[in-house]
């Protein structure tokens, strides 16, 4: 039994099925980057899950079916979505109701927030709906992350954040390992180092569903050798960053990356790739010698 269990999930929108027979377990623990393209059915999915919405087929957490709007599987989620909802009411409120009803932590919210970069008393009386859609996302985060959940589910949580606000928030998941994550999100390598699962959905089904964390123990690491045209002294201090060494002037780069920041590894390099002549990324290196 997984933490979440589907089975033929189907959901459909004036008859087009916008998940379609979806099958898939979670285990307690895993830690999931869900991706897909604009309308592969993520957020559809979430819903299901959170039962906001009917469905045909089979969704139990913890073995147990959940109905719609079932409190107790709610009261061990904490979801963010995508767009934060336009509540009229104070943030304030919005705080005590958290704590109230769904037993976040004010300690923790006050604590959370002043590191997302908000001060809760500034803004403690504005309603929420007029805050910036990056301070919504910081206060629904908050919440999320001051709660006893078991289980997260972030609808592309960073998306409205500033970088160094999104720097701080992957810091704070990869803090909670006391709990399951399912994240979806565009951005595979910000969330790639904080996941051991990635799941990719298209058109309603899944057709990738790769358990990273067993192919990328911790100490594999992968040889990596990079040849530039020109040097170019940014890149050359990232490379630098990671540990590489350099040689002919800086057009020359090799080092090894750990097996599990892979992904993290070639975000970076995407960033540059016109730069790039030459790139080899060997596998089967155990990082001795
Ligand atoms: N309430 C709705 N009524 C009708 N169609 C809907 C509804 N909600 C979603 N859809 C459709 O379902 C499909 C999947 O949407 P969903 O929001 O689940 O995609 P997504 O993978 O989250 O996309 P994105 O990356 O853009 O957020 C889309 O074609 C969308 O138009």
Not at 48 to 66: M, P, S
Not at 187 to 206: K, M, P, Q, T
Not at 270 to 286: F, K, M, P
Request: one cysteine or more; proline letters at 3%.
């Amino acid at each position: 039994m997984g933490l979440i269990d589907i089975n033929g999930l189907t959901k459909r929108f004036e008859k087009r099925a916008v998940l379609d027979e979806l099958t898939l377990s979670i285990n307690a623990g895993d830690r999931i980057a869900l991706i897909g393209s604009n309308g592969a059915g993520k957020t559809t999915l979430f819903r299901c899950l959170l039962g906001h919405y009917r469905y045909q087929g089979d969704v139990r957490f913890e073995g147990a079916r959940t109905a719609r709007r079932d409190v107790g599987t709610l009261a061990q989620i904490a979801f963010v979505p995508q767009l934060p909802p336009p509540l009229r009411l104070p943030v304030g409120d919005l705080l005590r109701f958290a704590e109230k009803g769904a037993g976040a932590s004010a300690a923790l919210m006050q604590e959370i927030a002043g590191k997302l970069g908000i001060d809760l008393d500034e803004i403690r009386n504005r309603p929420f709906y007029r805050l910036s859609g990056g301070q919504k996302q910081k206060i629904l985060v908050t919440v999320a992350l001051a709660r006893d959940a078991d289980l997260l589910i972030f609808d592309e949580p960073a998306a409205n954040l500033d970088p160094a606000a999104r720097a701080v928030f992957i810091d704070l998941l990869a803090e909670r390992k006391d709990c399951s994550m399912l994240i979806a999100s565009h951005r595979l390598e910000e969330v790639a180092s904080l996941v051991n699962r990635v799941i990719e959905l298209d058109r309603g089904a899944v057709v990738l569903d790769d358990s990273v964390v067993d192919r990328l123990k911790a100490g594999v690491f992968r040889q990596c050798r990079i040849g530039l045209a020109n040097a170019h002294p940014t890149f050359g201090a990232a490379l630098l960053d990671w540990g590489f060494t350099e040689t002919d002037e800086g057009r020359h780069y090799a080092g090894k990356i750990p097996a599990a920041d892979t992904l993290r590894f070639l975000g970076l390099l995407s960033r540059y790739a016109s730069l790039i002549e030459h790139l080899s990324l060997d596998t089967g290196d155990t990082g001795k010698g």
